[in-house]
């Protein structure tokens, strides 16, 4: 009977050694190498206070104000990333963010982030100019912003406006593939009737969200095209 305690008892304390162990060596949340999870970086542009105590809201045309619409596009991705199995951060929750430009980029460093993804809206001194652009930096960003561009265009019905390669601060102190996204033009009157629809903010949030998993994924072949349900979480 002591005997059989003896085993138990050791059998049960190796199992707990193996099991912190592994608990140890592979955290389920922050380990990328597994596959587990991936991180995002989301940056809902502007939002910061301007050297003179005022906030900078971006572009306002019709009143709307760039700042509202690119904040409820972010919180929607944040959580399309989260059910695709993705940690996503946002720069900002609110109407205003204590985070600079740099600042902002340097979180992906912080968090070991796989990706930075900033959220606009374009404007222009008339109405006439439509549709989407995504902006990048460097060289490994490219693949992605042209993934991002394509697909969001096809998806949304968005003119083209192209990948534009542009040394904006987000871009360059990101120290992970970053993107900007300007996703349509405030100062067009029939692109701010849409950019301001519900529907259509969801329906960016997923594509976006799409978008960011296929490429995490390493599929970001338009001809091999991935599952929307797709998870990195294996
Ligand atoms: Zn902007």
Redesign the pocket.
């Known amino acids: 009977m002591t005997l059989i305690l003896i085993v138990a008892l050791l059998f049960s304390s190796c199992a707990f050694i193996v099991w912190s162990f592994s608990k140890f060596h592979h955290p389920a949340r922050f380990d990328n190498n597994l596959g587990r999870h991936f991180i995002a970086i989301i940056d809902a542009?502007?939002g910061a206070f301007t050297h003179f105590g005022l906030l900078d809201e971006?572009?306002t045309r019709y009143g709307v104000k760039?700042a509202d619409v690119a904040i409820a596009i972010a919180k929607k991705l944040q959580k399309e990333l989260e059910r695709r199995g993705w940690i996503a951060i946002t720069t900002r929750d609110g109407d205003f963010t204590p985070f600079g430009l740099i600042e902002r980029a340097r979180l992906s460093s912080l968090v070991n982030a796989d990706v930075f993804v900033s959220i606009?809206?374009n404007s222009y001194r008339n109405g006439k100019p439509h549709g989407l652009s995504v902006h990048y930096w460097s060289e490994e960003s490219r693949p992605l912003a042209k993934l991002m561009q394509t697909r969001l265009c096809r998806t949304l019905g968005l003119k083209d406006r192209g990948v534009v390669r542009q040394p904006l601060t987000v871009l360059t102190w990101a120290s992970v593939p970053a993107i900007l996204i300007e996703l349509g033009f405030i100062s067009n009157p029939a692109e701010v009737r849409r950019l301001t629809n519900t529907k259509f903010q969801d329906k960016a949030a997923k594509a976006m969200a799409d978008t960011l998993t296929m490429w995490a994924c390493g599929r970001c072949d338009e001809s091999t095209p991935c599952s929307p349900s797709i998870r990195p979480t294996r």
């Open positions: 542009g502007h971006g572009a760039e606009h809206l």
